[in-house]
């Protein structure tokens, strides 16, 4: 039987939400997953190729070779890109996608977050706009989220300004003694703090034992499955009901139409001994969750006579606004060690400045940040005015590795339609498929927000009691990366938005998004939990339609 | 675009770069410049031209080439400011000798650009001394002990 009540393309924070809610309302499901399913030792421990430093390969996919984008810079040269280089934008390709991987922030958006238009107004050059729904629409989903996956945190803490109805399940991480030291510099300024809420079991949880706080977190796989992501609470759930199949390594090619222009099913591509195969499922409903850029690439090349532009594409709008998060870091040499070799590491965030900040448009959250290895440390932490080598960097890096307070965080992105995914007809992959192609950048609005909230982490710093105190300046970048997002953003305006508020594609009323790409904005905060919110909210619509 | 040809650049055997003695001794002490013994191993004694070795013979097999014409340049460096190997050199001579390169400061003609070599040279340094001991180089694990990665807390 080739045939499904719905087929998923992506095990992702959204895909695999989706594909447990369909399969435990008995609905026969198709899961498709480009890549393969992971083990621990899959993903390994190597310093040099993950997630968080990638500088000759990566360790969650997809593989190096085949899978190129081209990427345009913002001058407008083009080039082939390898997926572990930072211009591909990747998250990963396997089963539980970047939540195999991730660090777990587990942040519910702003309420604000969702209505930044009515808020702000739409600065000149970009296309922001309001969400067709409000917090208190997604706030169940959040809680489900959290409940269901597992979250760490203290919702008290967060409640003025992020108003929740239940906890979390788990009790937040333990504070370091960078988390005290932050935390009274944040009293003497005034500002609020929190736990940094994560997926991650701080106890025993659904079966799965708790965090054993090891160094090696965002970036790499858990060594005891303590870190929540689909790929060990969801997706397992789906597949138990025995509703679920799941197909591994292989990859959607075409959302399929009839000749009416109906959805009608997907043609996939099957590794056979190195040879593509084809193979077709059929279905009433169709679901992609392949991640802002992968989610646009496959509906910009599902063209047919009847859709020349691609699916859900008649207003230009499938692959338009792709946002992530500019990144402000600061750094501080503390009077005190502050490193304990406590993993994961990220404890302590201030919400103070996700908005309502003096001529900026939104904010963001900031946090300190993940155990590095000291490889990732050397490339990422150093001051720029510390010489590159020498015994002074050599003393630097004895001296100051557990010195080194990091405060960074994601700052909402002003979106516009010039930073988006086309298909760039001219390169392929392995498989014969034109890739995506990605241009643009963000909108100058977000540097200056960026560079607001660069300031306040290094007032974050100095405050601790650190004396030498440095950053990053974000520039005029393309911001998607592993919080790509904004791609097929939903709306109320079919011609200004490709999805109504579950997902579904204006143009085909059995053809849905469920991912990253749907946010309008991207909030001030790692997106992940809101994805899988989102996801929870539309699954249950599309449960109760098949 | 056009699809850019693929340069096959030959992929140079653990037996040339053991042969290549000028270049080993050369390297040895250029990554005891860039990252001095003090009473913690130097960039030699941490295994740091261990691991060169085996990242040009693997991810960087491409740019193996590029890598020795820049060890080689820095010989001829020396020998045109000094007169005297690299290896032979003062630390001070040597430390100058590879601050001018850094800063694009070259007194030889030069096949590639110092600096895009300069910078693959410190960072393949750095990552010998502080990656994993598995990636190759540091030795021991010493320069984990050393920045307090892996003391017990």
Known sequence: MNEYD??????????????????EAGKHVLLLERGAALSFADVGRDD?????????????????????????????????????????????ACVGGGTRVYGAQAWRFHPDDFRMASKYGVPEGSSLADWPISYESLEPFYERAEWELGAA????SIQSEIPRKRNYPLPPVPPSPQTVALQSAARQLGWLTSPVPLL???????????????????????????????????????????????????????????????????????????QPRRETARSKTVIVSAGAIETARLLLNSRSSLHPAGLGNEHDQVGRNLQGHLYPRAYGISPARVFNGIGPGVTIATIQFNHDNPGIIGGGMLADDFIKPPIDFWYDSLPPDLPRWGIENKRFMRENYTRVMHVRGPVQDIPNPEGRVTIDNTVRDKWGIPVARLSGTTHPATVAAADFMRERGEEWLRASGCETVWSTQPGLILSGR???????????????????????????????????????????????LTIMALAYRSAEYIASRV | MKRKKIRISSVLSAAYWRQSLMTT???????DCLIPPDDFPGGYDAGVCDYIERIFQTDLAAQSEFFLAGIDGIEAEALERFNEPFANLTPDQQSSTLAALESGDVKTSWPISPSRFFEMLVNTTAEGYYSDPQQGGNRGGRSWAMTGFDEPS
């Open chain 1, 48 to 92: 040099l190729r993950n997630q968080r430093l990638a500088v000759y390969g990566h360790n969650a996919g997809p593989d190096v070779i085949g899978n190129p984008r081209v990427f345009v810079d913002p001058q407008g040269r083009s080039r082939i890109v390898k997926p572990y280089e930072l211009d591909y934008h990747n998250n990963a």
């Open chain 1, 200 to 274: 991650i079991n701080t106890e025993s949880y659904a079966g799965r034992p708790a965090c054993i706080e090891c160094k090696y977190c965002v970036g790499f796989a858990c060594p005891t499955d303590a870190k929540n992501g689909t790929q060990n609470t969801v997706i397992p759930r789906a597949l138990a009901t025995g509703n679920c199949d799941l197909k591994t390594s292989v990859v959607a090619e075409n959302i399929e139409t009839d000749n009416r222009g109906k959805v009608s099913g997907v043609s996939y591509l099957v590794d056979s001994f190195g």
């Open chain 1, 6 to 23: 719905a087929i998923i393309i992506g095990t992702g924070a959204a895909g695999g939400i989706v594909a447990c809610v369909l399969a």
């Open chain 1, 153 to 156: 945190g203290d919702g008290a």
């Open chain 2, 25 to 31: 001794e050369t390297l040895r002490a250029v990554v």
């Open chain 1, 482 to 528: 592993q919080h790509q997002a904004g791609t097929c953003r939903m709306g109320n305006d079919p011609r200004a938005s490709v999805t109504d508020e579950w997902g579904r594609v204006h143009t085909h009323d059995n053809l849905f998004v469920v991912d990253g790409s749907l946010h309008v904005t991207n909030g001030g905060f790692n997106p992940v």
